[in-house]
């Protein structure tokens, strides 16, 4: 019993050792969606970075499943951890407004990502708008089509709204940039499906002889489409552009079959929380017309400051995005 | 050692042991591992944290105990909510009258009433395995939910929702208050009632308590009632602590009530168990997890670790019961 009792207490007291607290420093914990993920493994890469250079102490939180309730509990362990800043990529907006209040409540500050607006937050930031976006998006197959032609445009679900918004700003830019490009039948809500992306896209261009390019918003639609342009031995002829993960669509843009697209980097919103914090925490609040690592030049309204730090998903870039696990 | 061992056995009941050591091994270890987590933070966090899982946890129980399971808790918990939810709606959002919170509550003690009974009535009637049972009853409200919610989630409550998940009374948050009461309610119920004396004989042996002159199939049906009205209470407490309501809210705490219930030394065949020790078992788990949190640990070894003390205790429980036996044989 006695040595039982030794083993335990040195054992504890190896432990308690090794936890020595960093009381001075800047306390940063960002909670995710989801732990364990490519996106998200990024993102800590960019906190665990930043902060070293910074000489904070941030760090992830990362729940076991996408539920939001796992999101409460994490930030409420936060809170009584006494940190100095919380970071949250919400799952749900509305589910932890009131436990975000009590952070606030408490003396910490909250930075949120992906959720503009959001309430008890202190400063949201995006790193790309929805107009900037869709534009780049529409911009990029204008030019590959060299402004004329006809194309076509998926989005998820006729009720994302985001897809949607994207899709509006890329075919208002289209229309008034490229008035000789028309754009065929109404927006597909295909592009969660990668099966449904590629058949719609075989029969599209079946239909329309002149059919030069899509435009797909959502996961798995340019990769469909891409698969559907490969069999058909268009590439070179009909472009595909959209945002989708680089590790899935590699083998596709190298071939050609899909021209490419922009996404925002996961890492450089990992920075961007530790860079953000720590200059509130100097006190020095991030204010229009300034300009802050990872962000650039910032033009905030009200407490949501939204950029437009895209990154390329072309031939050059493809080996780089998949070699950071995205 | 002996004599300790027999009064604490004499006072708290043997399957106290196993949440007892367990707490104090959670306590000692990141009492001194952590140096912020004896402190007054910590342990509001775990006390908010404590009632939705424990409310939940406490509607798992009672089937458990007559030997079935109700694998449909929590999404009866979410419909009761969401029946709450529309109840407000109806009634101007978020400038419902203090009646209107009081007749959502009803309707959602009523829904989760309702769900449990169904249940009931199915297991009782059919003879059907609970797991058979309580799985389909789970795939129906979940796809009800999300028929009626279209998966989206229904928010916009009145102001004075938001203390019951976030307040506090005399220091004391007020969900954990409720679930004190819950814990008293269900702890009665179980050794002073008719029907915790039956359903636990129902536990031990179905038919024996059949042949026994016991009316097996109407308390069947109380027992899942039960646990879909405790569902229901868990559903207003989720909604007051989420600020809305969505089928999918809670999803990971189903098996996490089944862990907590075994960890708190009810038998997995049904028959014998008592709410204290579930109690304090509850308890261990929310500290372990605020605890590796406090220290920056990965939420995934939380969930890892749990599965080890889960074995360990239950390895404990084993070893004590052949020590039992052993020292009885010498006697």
Not at chain 1, 164 to 189: S, T
Not at chain 2, 126 to 151: K, N, W
Not at chain 2, 278 to 307: D, E, K, P, R, Y
Request: charged residues 15%; glycine residues 12%.
């Amino acid at each position: 019993m006695k040595r039982i009792m030794s083993v335990a207490l040195g054992l504890s007291l190896a432990l308690f050792t090794s936890t020595v607290s960093f009381a001075a420093e800047t306390k940063i914990g960002v909670v995710v969606k989801i732990g364990g993920i490519p996106w998200f493994n990024a993102m800590e890469a960019g906190i665990k970075e930043q902060s070293a250079k910074l000489g904070v102490n941030g760090f992830m939180v990362g729940p076991t499943s996408a539920d939001p309730a796992l999101q409460v509990r994490a930030i409420e362990d936060l809170i009584a951890q006494k940190v100095d800043f919380i970071g949250v990529v919400p799952n749900d907006s509305k589910v932890l407004e009131p436990v975000l209040m009590k952070a606030q409540a408490a003396g910490i500050k909250v930075i949120t990502h992906e959720s503009p607006k959001q309430a008890g937050a202190d400063w949201d930031f995006e790193l790309a708008s929805a107009k900037g976006f869709g534009e780049a998006h529409g911009k990029l197959l204008a030019e590959k089509m060299g402004g004329k032609g006809s194309y076509a445009v998926f989005v998820g679900s006729l009720t994302v709204p985001l897809h949607n918004a994207w899709a509006d700003a890329a075919i208002a830019y289209i229309k008034a940039n490229y008035p000789n490009m028309k754009l065929v039948g109404d927006r597909y809500g295909v592009a969660e499906d990668l099966d449904k992306s590629r058949s719609t896209a075989l029969d599209l261009m079946s239909a329309n002889p002149d059919l030069a390019g899509f435009m797909a918003f959502g996961s798995q639609g340019p990769i469909g489409a891409g698969r559907a342009v490969e069999e058909r031995r268009k590439d070179g002829k009909v472009f595909v552009v959209g945002p989708f993960s680089p590790g899935q669509g590699a083998k596709l843009i190298k071939s050609g079959a899909l021209t490419g697209g922009f996404m925002w980097n996961p890492k450089q919103a990992g920075e961007v929380f530790v860079t953000l914090a720590d200059r509130i925490a100097k006190g020095q609040a991030p204010k229009a017309g300034e300009t802050i690592d990872g962000l650039g030049t910032i033009t905030p309204e009200g407490n949501t400051i939204i950029v437009d730090q895209l990154l390329k998903i072309d031939k050059e870039s493809i080996d780089k995005l998949v070699s950071m696990g995205l | 050692m002996k004599t300790f061992v027999q009064k604490f056995n004499a006072t708290f009941g043997a399957d106290m042991g196993g949440p007892v050591i367990a707490f104090i091994a959670v306590m000692l270890i990141f009492g001194l591992a952590a140096d912020n987590f004896l402190s007054f933070g910590t342990f509001g966090s775990v006390a908010f944290q404590l009632p939705e899982l424990g409310l939940l946890t406490l509607a798992m129980l009672l089937p458990l105990l007559t030997g079935g399971i109700n694998l449909s808790i929590t999404f009866t918990a979410n419909l009761s909510g969401l029946a709450a939810a529309w109840v407000l709606q109806a009634h101007g959002g978020a400038d419902a009258p203090l009646s209107a919170f009081v007749f959502a509550c009803v309707a959602a003690l009523v829904t989760g009433a309702a769900a449990g009974a169904l249940t009931g009535a199915a297991i009782a009637y059919t003879r059907a395995h609970p797991i058979l049972v309580t799985l389909s009853m789970m795939i129906f409200l979940r796809g009800l939910g999300e028929f009626l919610t279209r998966g989206g989630d229904v928010s916009g409550f009145p102001a004075y929702v938001a203390p019951i998940g976030h307040g506090s009374f005399l220091g004391l948050p007020i969900p954990l208050l409720i679930f004190l009461v819950c814990v008293a309610v269900w702890h009665v119920l179980l050794t002073r009632s008719k029907l915790g004396f039956g359903l636990l004989m129902i536990g031990s042996n179905m038919d024996a308590a059949d042949y026994s002159g016991l009316n097996t199939r109407k308390i069947v049906v109380l027992v899942y009632t039960l646990s879909g009205i405790m569902c229901a209470v868990a559903g207003i407490i989720m909604l007051a602590r989420f600020n809305s309501v969505r089928v999918g809210h809670g999803e990971s705490y189903l098996l996490i009530t089944v862990l907590a219930a075994f960890l708190g030394g009810v038998n997995p065949f049904g028959g014998f168990g008592r709410v204290l020790p579930v109690f304090v078992a509850l308890v261990v788990l929310q500290l372990l997890s605020s605890g590796l949190n406090l220290m920056g640990a990965n939420q995934h070894l939380a969930t890892a670790l749990w599965g080890v003390l889960m074995i360990v205790v239950m390895a404990a429980r084993t070893l004590a019961s052949h020590y039992r036996i052993f020292t009885r044989k010498k006697a």
